[in-house]
């Protein structure tokens, strides 16, 4: 069983920062794009940040400038750097990945247990 473990997350100030960590655990042929969503509380799941095998990376409008993403193949981890955090960045953060289990098991979907990040004002 593949699975994702993150790490990371607590309570800052506003104008702070936090890093929070995604490691795969398992046996898996491949992880294409990893990333990392959030959802605070009565909104929907929505994506923070993506970054391909290759390194390209997908931000939402609203963290790009103050958050980045990051991966290290070898380690199958990936990173989100926040910066210049708001309260408005409060919500529970779900690390997600698509990856392949073998080369007949491809484009399979796995997300972490969540984070909690609160940022007082």
């Known amino acids: 069983q593949v699975q994702l473990v993150e790490s990371g997350g607590g309570l800052v100030q506003a104008g702070g920062s936090l890093r929070l960590s995604c490691a795969a655990s398992?046996?898996?042929?491949?992880?294409?794009?990893m990333g990392w969503y959030r959802q605070a509380p009565g909104e929907t799941r929505d994506l923070v940040a993506s970054?391909?095998?290759?390194?390209?990376?997908n931000y939402a409008d609203s963290v790009k400038g103050r958050f980045t993403v990051s991966r290290d193949n070898a380690k199958k981890t990936v990173y989100l750097q926040m910066n210049s955090l708001k309260p408005e960045d409060t919500a529970v953060y779900y690390c997600?990945?698509?990856?392949?289990?073998?080369?007949?098991?491809?484009?399979?979907?796995?997300w972490g247990q969540g984070t909690l990040v609160t940022v007082s004002s």
């Open positions: 997600h990945a698509n990856l392949d289990l073998s080369y007949y098991t491809r484009n399979l979907e796995r």
């Open positions: 398992g046996s898996l042929f491949r992880i294409n794009t």
């Open positions: 970054i391909t095998s290759g390194g390209n990376t």
